[in-house]
Structures are given as C-alpha cells and as structure tokens.
T-cell receptor, first 114, second 112 residues
C-alpha cells in the first residue's frame, strides 16, 4: 500500500533557526515527489517538486531513495514560513506515466516564532 | 485568473440530504480530482478524472459520486449526507500527470 508519513504534527522554531520537516514514504515504483504548502487563509499551493531540483523560498528537499525519505529543509526559518506543509508523492504506472493523483501525508504545522 | 473555482464555500446539511459541490477550472486541464481534508488525516483522494468522460475512485469514494461531462467541470455529489462527511473539500486540477496540481479554495461542509 502507498503510505506517506510526516511524523511531526507540530513543529515550532525561532526565527533564524534551521528547520527540517520530515517525510517518509512507502510507494511502489518511482513516485514523483512534491511538497505543498497552505498558508493561513490561502489555498493549498505547490512549494517544490523533486524533479525540478529547485529551491523555493529558501527551502530544499533531498530525496533519499535508500531511506525512502524526502525531508524539507531551510537553513534560516522566517516568520512568513509559518504554515501547514504536506509531503505528497504522485504515483505512476510501470511505464512511468503519472496517474496525476497525489497521496498526502498528514501534514506538519510549522510555527516560526519571532 | 480564475483558476480552480469551487462553490459553495460553506454549507450546512441535514443527515440524509443530498447536494452537489461544484468545481470548474478554466486552464484546459485534463486531470481533475476531489480531496477531503480532516484533522490528523491530511488530504485524502475521493475521486479523480483524467479527462472528459473518464472518472475513477480514489481512497475514500463511498458516499460520493462524480461525473465529467466537460473538461471544465467536475462536480462532486453527496448522495445521502452523513455526519462523517463533515469536512473541508478541495477540488484540484492539473494539465496532466506529473505536473503542478492547482487547488480550489475549499468548501466547508457540515452535516448535522
């Protein structure tokens, strides 16, 4: 079965501190991996995707296939980073064609204190 | 930019009533889906569609029905509302698989 685990429901850090949001997945094949974010009173939106190898708002995420993890990291947290974060693999068939549907973790609420 | 539009934003239903949550997108996306968001459960996929006329079940389809007669619209029908269906519902769309998924603002549904 496909499973995504975000072990921390709540994560609090102070401004300027490093932050790491953990994500472990159990998925058949080679899923595409995403992080989505939901800021207060805003709709859920893409933060970053593994295939792009990009850094968005200072966040990066490294895929560790051996550990099946896709942790989200930022070296210096800012107050505006306070939000709900979801790790979400996207399944694909054996031929690599994505199903276009995400499996979401339970989410981590990040609070960055001043 | 309308993007993904959901209506209504808030709804209170009595147990046993039926209703339809509307979802429309103006981005010519082939893939559309419905999720529900519950505390401690994350978002769970209810139904999805990879194109007009094609729908399939997600993780929690029971009690819900969908159809996709046009590319733009993907309504979600609650056949006989139950308190367990109290949740926040999100519609989403993407151009195709592997691409960014865009979400609606959510519909807050309470079943009493």
């Amino acid at each position: 079965a496909q499973r995504v685990t975000q072990p921390e429901k709540l994560l609090s850090v102070f401004k300027g501190a490093p932050v790491e949001l953990k994500c472990n997945y159990s998925y058949s094949g080679s899923p595409e991996l995403f992080w989505y974010v939901q800021y207060s009173r805003q709709r859920l939106q893409l933060l970053l995707r593994h295939i792009s190898r990009e850094s968005i708002k200072g966040f990066t995420a490294d895929l560790n296939k051996g550990e099946t993890s896709f942790h989200l990291k930022k070296p210096f947290a800012q107050e505006e980073d306070s939000a709900m974060y979801y790790c979400a693999p996207e399944g694909a068939n054996a031929g690599g064609t994505s199903y276009g549907k995400l499996t979401f973790g339970q989410g981590t609420i990040l609070t960055v204190h001043p | 930019n309308a993007g993904v539009t959901q209506t209504p934003k808030f709804q209170v239903l009595k147990t046993g009533q039926s209703m339809t949550l509307q979802c429309a997108q103006d981005m010519n996306h082939e893939y559309m889906s419905w999720y529900r968001q519950d505390p401690g459960m994350g978002l769970r996929l209810i139904h999805y569609s990879v194109g007009a006329g094609i729908t399939d079940q997600g993780e929690v389809p029971n009690g819900y029905n969908v159809s996709r007669s046009t590319t733009e619209d993907f309504p979600l029908r609650l056949l006989s509302a139950a308190p367990s269906q109290t949740s926040v519902y999100f519609c989403a769309s993407s151009l195709d698989g592997g691409n960014t998924i865009y979400f609606g603002e959510g519909s807050w549904l309470t079943v009493v």
